[in-house]
């Protein structure tokens, strides 16, 4: 299993982005990977500002050295709890392009944002943009959502035995190495409605219905062993229904801190789709999401 080299943690110096900061220290502690920290003061922005005051204005300069200032002390805060060093990142642009221009000068391994932010990670996280930022994105991205107060513990991995549920599995493994791994997958009988006013018995009904559990969970199973996780690693979730609710459901009742998906599913068209499990989980769940961008060919 190949460990994380690079991260790239954005933050827009939130008190939220600051706890994405936290989370993506302890990370390069856990597993070796170097730390890049990330500040964009947005081109949109300081475009208006020159319209104001002028070009070349004072309060320009003003508001890049505070930016600087207000990230060399974050990065001593999180030096001073984590031995990592932290290499600081200042950009401006457009800052969904800017975090991609830098992963990739970076080749960051994994790109870790806050859910919430006073400035421009509320806009990139909620919404449409959002969806920009992982179509536009082939690196996994780590949206945090709690106060990092240790490694992750448990993690539920939501599989549906698409080409990217794999690549999931691996990912959760670099990115939460001392968690148990909670393998979840939802089915759901199909055409039930329909079998059932066609006049098909609830008896062959629920025959369905236990051989599509008995094969989820020997999917599973399979899975696991080709990822090379002993049974001590795992636990096996098999529930049915609508997945999006589910996993969101699952991840709370198994207490889990972490959730890890593929940003596709079987559901998916084309690539300039966002999977609509992954949206809604994006949207609806309480714990740290983590969405893996790669697929097996």
Do not use: N
């Not at 609830?202 to 020997?218: D, I, N, P």
């Not at 062993?225 to 229904?241: D, I, S």
Request: hydrophobic share 45%.
């Amino acid at each position: 299993m190949t460990a994380l080299a690079s991260i790239l943690a954005a933050t827009d110096l939130s008190a939220p982005s600051r706890q994405a900061a936290e989370r993506a220290a302890r990370l390069a502690h856990e597993t070796g990977a170097a730390l890049h920290l990330l500040h964009v003061l947005p081109g949109g922005a300081l475009q208006e500002l020159r319209q104001w005051l002028g070009a070349g204005h004072a309060a320009e300069e003003q508001l890049r050295q505070d930016a600087g200032h207000r990230l060399h002390e974050l990065a001593g805060r999180l030096q001073a709890r984590h031995p990592v060093a932290v290499h600081l990142v200042e950009g401006v642009g457009t800052v969904v392009e800017e975090i991609d221009r830098q992963a990739a000068l970076h080749d960051a391994q994994l790109l870790v944002l806050g859910a919430r932010g006073a400035g421009y990670l509320r806009r990139v996280l909620l919404g449409t943009t959002s969806e920009r930022l992982l179509r536009r994105t082939t690196r996994p991205v780590l949206v945090v959502r709690q106060p990092p107060h240790e490694p992750y513990r448990q993690a539920l991995v939501a599989l549906d035995f698409s080409p990217w549920s794999l690549p999931s599995l691996a990912l959760a493994r670099r990115a939460a190495p001392h968690a148990h791994l909670v393998l979840c997958t939802a089915f759901e009988v199909p055409f039930e409605e329909k079998l059932r006013f066609a006049g098909v018995d609830a008896a062959a009904v629920e025959h369905y219905r236990a051989q599509a559990r008995l094969g989820a969970h020997s999917r599973l199973d399979a899975l696991a062993h080709g990822a090379g996780l002993k049974r001590g690693q795992w636990t096996p979730c098999v529930v049915e229904g609508d997945a999006s609710l589910r996993i969101v459901e699952q991840a709370q009742e198994q207490d889990c801190d972490l959730v890890v998906l593929g940003k596709h599913g079987q559901s998916a068209a084309e690539e300039l789709l966002l999977g609509s499990v992954t949206r809604h989980v994006l949207s609806e769940g309480l714990t740290d999401l983590l969405v893996s961008t790669a697929r097996q060919p």
